[in-house]
């Protein structure tokens, strides 16, 4: 007769949690410069998200990898009244025409915040 083996404590498997299942926060400045990744980093922080600005060049990829985008796009007057730091850096009409095109396939997880939260 034979007796049943139990596997040892070294054999279990520990189910692990991956990062592919949190949630992904992507910050994008408007502005497409250091100062507006600068602003993209300090809401970034806020949320547990990345940062990037919309010129970046792994955009695409960060937007593919992203279950939620806000986007940064204050204004030039709302830039100058404010003393939040993630909104200073307002971008001009070009670089927010082209954001627009390369978020449009993304618009489903796309928020847009001009100022801050009150």
Do not use: Y
């Not at 300090?42 to 992203?66: I, N, T, Y």
């Not at 279950?67 to 909104?87: K, M, N």
Request: charge should be positive; charged fraction near 30%.
């Amino acid at each position: 007769m034979s007796t049943p083996t139990r596997p040892a404590p070294t054999d279990t498997t520990v189910p692990t949690t991956s990062q592919v299942d949190e949630p992904r926060v992507l910050v994008v400045a408007a502005r497409p410069d250091a100062r507006g990744l600068a602003a993209a980093q300090v809401r970034a922080d806020r949320v547990g998200g990345e940062a990037a600005h919309s010129q970046d060049a792994d955009l695409d990829r960060k937007l593919r990898r992203a279950s939620r985008v806000i986007v940064l796009d204050p204004s030039a007057v709302r830039a100058r009244l404010t003393r939040d730091q993630a909104f200073t850096a307002p971008a001009d009409t070009a670089a927010r025409r082209d954001l627009l095109s390369r978020l449009a396939p993304f618009q489903d997880r796309v928020r847009w915040e001009t100022r801050p939260a009150a």
